[in-house]
């Protein structure tokens, strides 16, 4: 059974950091894309960011390039988002997800594993 989990988000103080990891257990880590996602108060979900599983290649929204950064690290399962300089329009549920697809490719629909979800709160 695959488990896909998020790390505890919480209440940031704007210009604050963050790092928020997301643990896969139950599937083959390193054969996944991995992704970030988030969906604030009223809005869509989006995709913040995605590391290949070929060759740690990275995508970012525009938004958050230069402040946020994704890793993964395959001995672990693990992949994190490393979040600099936040803001308080970064609020949202932020959510994982793990794709056999590379992340030009992927849809990120059904056939992909997500967690939970994580709240996190940058307040001004």
């Known amino acids: 059974q695959v488990q896909v989990a998020e790390s505890a988000g919480g209440l940031v103080q704007a210009w604050r950091s963050l790092r928020l990891s997301c643990t896969a257990s139950g599937l083959i880590f390193d054969r996944y894309a991995m992704g970030w996602f988030r969906q604030p108060p009223g809005k869509e979900r989006e995709e913040i960011s995605c590391?290949?599983?070929?060759?740690?290649?990275?995508t970012y929204l525009d938004s958050v390039k230069g402040r946020f950064t994704i890793s993964r690290d395959n001995a672990k399962n693990t992949v994190y988002l490393q979040m600099d300089s936040l803001k308080p329009e970064d609020t949202a549920m932020y959510y994982c997800?793990?794709?056999?697809?590379?992340?030009?490719?992927?849809?990120?629909?059904?056939?992909?594993?997500w967690g939970q979800g994580t709240q996190l709160t940058v307040s001004s």
């Open positions: 997800a793990a794709d056999l697809d590379d992340c030009a490719t992927t849809g990120w629909g059904i056939d992909s594993y």
């Open positions: 590391i290949s599983q070929h060759d740690d290649t990275t």
